[in-house]
């Protein structure tokens, strides 16, 4: 399994971007997509998931109500929306795919390689 992230940029606080993480293999009903962040000297954080087949969704507490997670069945890919950013959340945001839910990264097997998001105060 190959995923691909993209979407990430620099964006003004307040602002809003759109990531996308295409997978290589068709997704089954029981994969669950999550997208991760690590900031400079920081661990690795759980942000939100989905669970492909019936469309449950996760988040962090740090991130509800402001980011969105989805899927397109027919695209083979995962977004996350991203609203009211605040500089706290400059991060590389990086999606991963396993079978069941986790908020520990050690727990997920495929992943993509990053994309860079940074909001500027």
């Known amino acids: 399994v190959q995923l691909q992230a993209s979407g990430g940029g620099l964006v003004q606080a307040g602002g809003s971007l759109r990531l996308s993480c295409a997978a290589s293999s068709r997704h089954f009903s029981s994969s669950i997509m999550g997208w991760f962040r690590q900031a400079p000297g920081k661990e690795r954080d759980f942000v939100a998931a989905?669970?492909?087949?019936?469309?449950?969704?996760y988040y962090a507490d740090s991130v509800k109500g402001r980011f969105t997670i989805s899927r397109d069945n027919a695209e083979n890919t995962v977004y996350l929306q991203m609203d009211s950013l605040k500089p706290e959340d400059t991060a590389v945001y990086y999606c991963?795919?396993?079978?069941?839910?986790?908020?520990?990264?050690?727990?997920?097997?495929?992943w993509g390689q990053g994309t860079q998001v940074t909001v500027s105060s």
């Open positions: 991963a795919r396993d079978s069941s839910l986790s908020y520990a990264p050690a727990q997920w097997r495929y």
């Open positions: 989905i669970r492909w087949g019936r469309g449950s969704t």
